[in-house]
């Protein structure tokens, strides 16, 4: 069953950092463009990271740069954002995607995780 699955979301403070993780079961993640996306209530989804697959160029949205960084773990399967410094505009269900394409404009999903939940309060 080909499926991907986020974990690690969770209540986190302003300023502070979180990890999310992104796992794949009946696909290999190395094979595939992996993008974050993030949908806050009442919003559409937005990209905010994407990682390509092979030489891992990375792409970051301008809302998050310099302060997310998405990588990969080949071994485990999993690909990574960690989220430092955040703000409560970072406020959203995360997820991940995988795509037999590439990152950037007009990136197209082939499949997408059940989301995590990120909440930045005090």
């Known amino acids: 069953q080909l499926q991907l699955v986020e974990s690690g979301g969770g209540l986190v403070q302003p300023g502070g950092s979180l990890k999310l993780s992104c796992t794949a079961s009946?696909?290999?993640?190395?094979?595939?463009?992996i993008a974050w996306f993030r949908q806050a209530p009442g919003k559409g989804r937005s990209e905010v990271a994407c990682i390509s697959s092979g030489h891992d160029t990375t792409h970051y949205s301008n809302s998050v740069k310099d302060r997310f960084t998405i990588s990969r773990d080949n071994a485990k399967n999993t690909v990574y954002l960690r989220m430092n410094s955040v703000k409560p505009e970072d406020t959203a269900v995360y997820y991940c995607?995988?795509?037999?394409?590439?990152?950037?404009?007009?990136?197209?999903?082939?499949?997408w995780g059940q989301g995590t939940q990120v909440t930045v309060s005090s």
């Open positions: 995607a995988a795509s037999s394409l590439w990152c950037g404009l007009g990136y197209s999903a082939d499949y």
């Open positions: 009946g696909l290999i993640l190395d094979d595939y463009a």
